[in-house]
């Protein structure tokens, strides 16, 4: 049995070892980072990385550094390691007169641990502002009812990761599943794909920013991005009714979103009129209502 494990264990990581990226798809050292630095904000996110550690992929390592560059601190674990930080964190939590945000990222069983560490902290009653995932297994538990924002980027083509978590029966808070299968990316390379950190550590600060709860309708999304388009991490959904005339270019339009957003979202026909009244969900990042 033990020697069955440590065999995939070593085909595993060797599949994270092995290889070259495709060409292409990613920034020079996985996404450089911005030359402007902007305002710091405060707060703690614990950042997981996938099995084989850093030897796999540094990638977690380089997107822990652009956060601390936006001026939060960012702790970097091997996957196995969730426990302790997860103690610190609450002990944390409970030591705090002005609560500071925690967030948690991990990529592959990385994700999975960060599942893990939000389920250790309900346990003592304590919340995550924000989660991200970035291509967890297929194992990967449940959200759980702790958790006020989930973010889910992963391949579903992926064999080695290709995850997308189902929240808890219990669970309230803003939920996204954004699928990169468009982007052909093998599981060990997402994390690399040009932009995508970018794009990570702006929600991440954003979170940290304006970390209290934000009220208002949790209505679950999944959303495939086609490929060559803009990476996106929307928080959620609203939703609107369609008037007559309306296409999902013209809502759209209205909302400040891609067209491709509301037709993946809605799974309707870009091409075609909608019905006047079909409910339709819009896409939305709320820390733009938390800041009004």
């Given amino acids: 049995m033990h020697s069955a494990l440590r ?25 450089e980072a911005r030359a402007e630095t902007p305002a710091p ?23 822990a550094a652009k956060i601390r560059a936006r001026g939060l601190e960012a702790d970097v674990y091997n996957y196995t390691n969730w ?23 991990g990529h592959s069983a990385g994700g999975d641990s960060a599942i893990r560490f939000a389920l250790w902290l309900k346990r003592s009653g304590v919340p995550v502002n924000l989660i991200v995932t970035l291509d967890p297994t297929r194992i990967a538990g449940k959200v759980p009812a702790n958790v006020e924002r989930f973010v889910n980027i992963y391949s579903s083509v992926n064999t080695l990761g290709g995850g997308d978590p189902e929240p808890a029966r219990d669970y309230r808070g803003h939920f996204a599943s954004v699928d990169l ?21 702006e929600k991440i600060a954003a979170v940290a920013e304006r970390p209290a709860a934000v009220d208002g309708p949790a209505i679950q999304i999944a959303y495939a991005i086609p490929r060559g388009e803009a990476i996106v991490l929307w928080d959620g959904g609203v939703p609107v009714a369609a008037a007559a005339g309306d296409t999902p270019a013209s809502v759209a339009a209205q909302f400040g979103v891609p067209a491709w957003a509301i037709a993946a979202i809605n799974e309707v026909d870009p091409a075609r009129p909608l019905p006047a009244g079909k409910r339709l969900t819009v896409p939305h990042h709320f820390e733009a209502d938390a800041g009004q």
């Fill in 7 to 31: 065999f995939v264990f070593l085909l595993i990581a060797s599949l994270f070892i092995a290889g070259t990226a495709p060409a292409g798809l990613f920034a020079p050292g996985g996404s």
């Fill in 41 to 63: 904000v405060i707060g703690t996110v614990y950042v997981f990385r996938p099995m084989g550690g850093r030897l796999a992929s540094p990638e977690m390592d380089n997107l």
């Fill in 83 to 105: 426990l302790r930080p997860a103690k610190d964190a609450i002990a944390r939590y409970r030591a705090e007169e002005w609560k500071s945000p925690i967030i948690v990222i």
């Fill in 181 to 201: 299968k468009d982007f052909s990316v093998m599981h060990r390379y997402l994390p690399g794909i040009a932009g995508l950190q970018e794009t990570v550590v």
